[in-house]
């Protein structure tokens, strides 16, 4: 073959790669969607792939550029994805439509990783059967039994904070703060000890640092399950499991088998997956592995520790740069202290309205989960367009650009919990305070973590003052590897006892 021809082979397998990549590329402008233009192998996601810009700040910027329309069309590699700005168009996504949008289209891969099936990204089919039977662990009567367990982890916390502020240093809020998450977590759900405050070798947190660190390991298994999951299946069959796998299943099972074979009952979230285990026809058809009991283990454990000490930190974070509002905070903390002689009950608590508007007002600049997704079971026409998508389409609902939009919340990096009073709040659409999300797929954990954020809220606040130091870090940088909206240095503040003699 001449040199001739094999010019000719290579242009030609250029020609195909390049046809393959940008064969799709006017799906959104035959549908009459505006977009930026994509670029063949990255589509829309090149910076956010390469991990220079967090998904959260990118996505801001396409909300700025396309700020009169209601729906932006957007390419990950070569798949279209629809971001979604209007309020009734979320709804309907949400809540009145639920059907057609009821999985998450969140990327989750068996083999790959066992603990990936869990509530948060599961499939239709089997995240409805297992919603239905978890939901009533985080009723409202369980949250007030839970009141005195999670009252104990906040007096660890307490001591833990007395020794960390005694040594005059700078003290990072995100690892104190998801110590006392973890405990939690631990008593209420587990039923066991992870002494996270007491013990700096605690394994359960040292688990959860693994989940969440942007390690390399990390990073490319969550950029394979996002942007090759064609690639995940094959791996999953080579790849060994990690070590956090290996941990919850051995943790999970051996808790739920000691429980059953000392016939002990503690009404939590693992005896309500003990009682699946035993009565699996109660799921219907579903396959109930030792795996999936594990992984909706996992993901409580996980999203109920880091979201809520991520809260936490960005209010201490907020309250040291805003003194005048940490000082009307603690006035209320103080108040409620005397007037119930110390004794904090669940609702005493509910009744403290600032603490309130501050928690909201944290959650509208800093939501963990920043981007709501969703992916429709059949094709589809929005409400009052005339926009078809077809099955399989992901859509993004941007919660972090929406909470930020000046239009909707006027100076919006100005931290002001009065945005949260009763008569604000009634003159804004629901549909643009989503930290929780909506509908049935909303987080079923909400109450539980309003709950555990606001007791360790208010022990710290009522006998520690919280200051900027020399390493807090101003301006707030978003960082680009995490999952959970997260700075990228984390979060170190002063932190000083506060003197009642």
């Given at each position: ?69 209601s ?18 168009i ?24 066992p ?29 007030k ?7 104990q ?10 020794k960390l502020?005694?040594k ?10 998801a ?7 631990g008593?209420?759900?587990?039923g ?7 013990d ?13 660190a ?45 429980r ?14 003990r ?41 201490f974070?907020?309250?040291a740069?805003?003194?005048e ?28 309205s ?12 800093y ?32 919660i ?7 239009d ?11 945005r949260?009073s ?8 629901p ?17 539980f ?5 606001k ?6 606040l009522?006998?520690?003052?919280v ?35």
């Open positions: 073959m001449g040199f001739f021809e094999i010019l000719c082979g290579i242009a030609a397998v250029l020609f195909g790669v390049y046809y393959y990549l940008t064969l799709n590329f006017d799906f959104w402008k035959s549908r009459g969607i505006c977009g930026p233009q994509p670029v063949p192998g990255f589509g829309n996601f090149k910076d956010v792939m390469l991990l220079k810009k967090s998904l959260p700040d990118y996505l801001m910027e396409i909300y700025n550029n396309y700020k009169n329309e729906m932006v069309g957007i390419f990950v590699n070569r798949t279209p994805f629809l971001i979604v700005k209007d309020a009734d979320i709804k309907d996504i949400l809540i009145k439509d639920f059907t057609v949008f009821a999985d998450r289209g969140f990327p989750f891969h068996e083999k790959l990783d603990l990936s099936p869990h509530l948060f990204a599961l499939e239709p089919k089997r995240w409805r059967p297992l919603r239905t039977r978890l939901s009533p662990v985080f009723t409202s009567g369980k949250l039994e839970m009141f005195s367990l999670i009252s982890c906040a007096v660890r916390l307490e001591l833990y904070a007395e502020a005694s005059n240093e700078p003290v990072e809020c995100r690892e104190l703060t110590k006392y998450t973890t405990d939690v977590i008593t209420c759900a587990f066991l000890e992870m002494n996270a405050l007491s700096e070798d605690s394994e359960f947190r040292s688990m959860g640092r693994l989940i969440f942007p390690t390399r390991s990390n990073i490319i298994r969550g950029r394979l399950k996002q942007f090759l999951p064609w690639l995940c299946g094959i791996l999953g069959y080579i790849l060994p499991e990690t070590e956090v796998t290996k941990f919850f299943k051995r943790a999970v099972i051996e808790t739920i088998e000691c059953d074979t000392n016939n002990i009952v503690r009404h939590d979230f693992i005896d309500t997956l009682e699946l285990r035993k009565h699996p026809d109660k799921l219907g058809d579903i396959n109930l592995t030792d795996n999936l009991i594990a992984a909706q283990a996992f993901v409580f454990f996980a999203a109920g520790f880091e979201t809520s000490a991520t809260t936490m930190s960005n209010v974070y907020e309250l740069i805003n003194q509002i940490q000082d009307k905070l603690r006035e209320e903390i103080d108040e409620e202290y005397i007037k119930h002689n110390g004794n904090f009950t669940y609702e005493n608590m509910k009744k403290m600032y603490l309130d508007k501050i928690f909201k007002e944290t959650l509208r600049k939501p963990p989960v920043a981007t709501l997704t969703r992916k429709s079971t059949s094709s589809y026409t929005f409400n009052g367009t005339n926009v078809n998508i077809p099955k399989d389409l992901d859509i993004l609902i941007p972090y650009s929406i909470q930020r939009d000046s909707i919340y006027p100076k919006p990096d100005v931290f002001d919990p009065e949260f009763d008569e604000l709040v009634h003159t804004r659409n549909m643009f305070y989503l930290p929780f999300g909506d509908g049935p797929r909303n987080c079923i954990g909400a109450r973590a309003v709950h555990q954020t007791i360790g809220l208010v022990t710290i009522r006998n520690y003052k200051e900027t130091c020399e390493k807090t870090p101003i301006p707030y940088v978003n960082d680009p590897k995490t999952f959970i909206l997260t700075p990228i240095h984390g979060i170190y503040l002063k932190m000083s006892k506060i003197n009642r003699s």
